[in-house]
């Protein structure tokens, strides 16, 4: 008994290319902003309570815009 062989359909993720590259850089930003928090200096600096959260929240803005984005579609 012989198998017919099936047609094979393309292979579709559910992201694109541009959405992965912006998924690691809002991943990398995330990481700059801890990174921005660490350190010996006095625990009510401007770089901790000011810069280093809005790096992160720029961060987790570009997270959700790279889920949100729309693939790129090639014809």
């Given at each position: 008994?012989?198998?017919?062989?099936t047609e094979t359909?393309?292979?579709?993720?559910?992201?694109?290319?541009?959405?992965?590259?912006?998924?690691?850089?809002?991943?990398?930003?995330?990481?700059?902003?801890?990174?921005?928090?660490?350190?010996?200096?006095?625990?009510?600096?401007?770089?901790?309570?000011?810069?280093?959260?809005?790096?992160?929240?720029?961060?987790?803005?570009?997270?959700?815009?790279?889920?949100l984005k729309k693939?790129?579609?090639?014809?």
């Amino acid at each position: 008994m012989a198998l017919k062989p099936t047609e094979t359909k393309p292979l579709h993720f559910v992201f694109g290319k541009s959405n992965y590259r912006w998924m690691l850089i809002s991943m990398a930003v995330v990481v700059i902003g801890f990174i921005l928090m660490i350190g010996d200096t006095d625990i009510y600096d401007f770089r901790k309570i000011v810069l280093a959260p809005l790096v992160v929240m720029i961060g987790f803005v570009l997270g959700f815009y790279s889920i949100l984005k729309k693939p790129d579609v090639k014809a």
